[in-house]
């Protein structure tokens, strides 16, 4: 273990010290399940009950217009396209990641109908697996989902290969994938490439142009703060705008919505992949996390990140098997840790004020949200685990009870 840091100084001199007040705090808490649920920003509190009280309250249907709740999804879109090196016009907000994931996979398999198969890898994100398995199972044609990793991964990159579907930080280990090798050996065998940024918008400095990227989607209640059920976001590059087709052609991607037209006519543009009514509330609150990930910069966000990831794994030492790229140039914005009583530790550490998650079989998590949490909170919380383990007060009935959501 390395010399322990001065905690003051490093919030001193933390540029993002001041978004800390930014965010609800519930007293006697330090919250490190942010990047399963971000924390609430108090502007988007306000926000919400603005929206609710004067614009649906008092606007009504007119609102549509007159609050433009109808430009939102792209309007918040184009906000976020600014945290994942994208264009504005490249990136809309609209469903689930689930739901965007499975739009943008079936408009890759159409668009390269020769290639039966879509590449991924065994351990990603279970919802991306499984909306794979289920578009494929729509559109037949001797398709089918290959899972590979590492070399073989790469090796799995033919010319078969329609689409290569992959987590840029994954949701366990934290690890995060070369997104700009991984899309050029893709493109060049031919494929296309789906990014999932669901770990990393709002807390990785991602670069989808620079990247060449496709393809990609994230969500919105994660880093970028957006509260719970957040609608998520899409990215399709400016170059195949022109040609993807959605598969959930709905009237919110059709060129003239209100034209009421038989036939469907897709937008131009990313708003194609736009299906139904946006869910405004939601968008409002999403908009409030979104402008405080953008005043407060990717980049400096993920420096932040990467500096109390490295900070906490230091702390807890040899207490716990790390499961994450101690290189924190290749983490995401949490650190995962393995014990064989995980689900206990992180029970017991939740009754002493320490937020985080456990997922099966054997992880604990820890997010490292950069904008709500100081070095100090964050050396506090790491030296309460130190604590849990090693006096084994984890090792109670109490702390073993399961709940439905983890
Ligand atoms: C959180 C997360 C999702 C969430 O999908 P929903 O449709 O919002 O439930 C999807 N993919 C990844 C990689 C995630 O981390």
Redesign the pocket.
């Known amino acids: 273990m390395s010399p322990r840091p001065d905690l003051a100084a490093l919030d001193a001199a933390d540029p993002l010290a001041r978004f800390r007040d930014a965010f609800e705090r519930p007293r006697e808490m330090i919250y490190l399940a942010g990047n399963?649920l971000g924390p609430l920003p108090k502007a988007s509190a306000e926000r919400v009950a603005r929206m609710v009280r004067d614009e649906w309250g008092e606007s009504l249907v007119r609102g549509w217009n007159s609050h433009d709740w109808i430009g939102a999804p792209a309007r918040v879109g184009g906000k976020i396209a600014g945290l994942i090196g994208a264009r504005p016009d490249e990136v809309i907000v609209a469903d689930?990641?689930?739901?965007?994931?499975y739009k943008l996979a079936v408009a890759a398999m159409q668009a390269r109908p020769d290639r039966p198969v879509v590449l991924s890898a065994p351990g990603?994100?279970p919802?991306?697996l499984y909306m794979l398995e289920g578009a494929i199972r729509t559109l037949g044609g001797g398709r089918r989902l290959a899972l590979a990793e590492g070399e073989a991964l790469e090796a799995a990159i033919t010319g078969e290969v329609a689409l290569l579907v992959l987590?840029h930080a994954h949701?366990r280990s934290g690890a995060v994938r070369d997104m700009a090798a991984l899309t050029a050996r893709a493109q060049a065998a031919g494929a296309l490439v789906l990014w999932?940024l669901?770990?990393g918008t709002g807390v990785l400095d991602v670069d989808l142009n620079g990247c060449n990227a496709d393809l990609a989607?994230g969500?919105?209640?994660?880093y970028l703060n957006g509260g719970p059920?957040a609608p998520?976001f899409l990215f399709v590059a400016r170059r195949h705008q022109g040609t993807l087709l959605s598969p959930l052609a709905g009237w919110f991607g059709h060129a003239r919505p209100f034209a009421f037209e038989d036939r469907y006519d897709p937008a131009a543009g990313v708003a194609r992949f736009a299906c139904g009514t946006p869910p405004m509330l939601s968008l409002a609150a999403l908009e409030g996390g979104v402008d405080l990930a953008l005043e407060a910069g990717a980049a400096a966000a993920a420096a932040k990140a990467r500096a109390l990831g490295d900070l906490f794994i230091d702390r807890v030492g040899d207490a716990l098997i790390l499961e994450s790229p101690a290189d924190s140039a290749r983490r995401g914005g949490h650190v995962a840790f393995h014990h064989p009583d995980a689900f206990a530790i992180v029970q017991c550490l939740i009754s002493r004020g320490v937020i985080g998650d456990y997922r099966e079989p054997g992880t604990m998590r820890f997010g490292l949200s950069p904008l709500p949490l100081s070095f100090a909170e964050v050396a506090r919380a790491a030296d309460l685990l130190v604590e849990v383990v090693r006096s084994r007060a984890y090792d109670d009935p109490a702390f073993r009870q399961r709940s439905k959501v983890t």
Not at 96 to 101: G, I, K, M, V
Not at 219 to 222: D, F, N, R, V
């Open positions: 399963s689930s990641t689930s739901a965007n994931l990603d994100f919802t991306d987590c949701y999932d669901s770990h989607v969500c919105g209640y994660k059920g998520a």
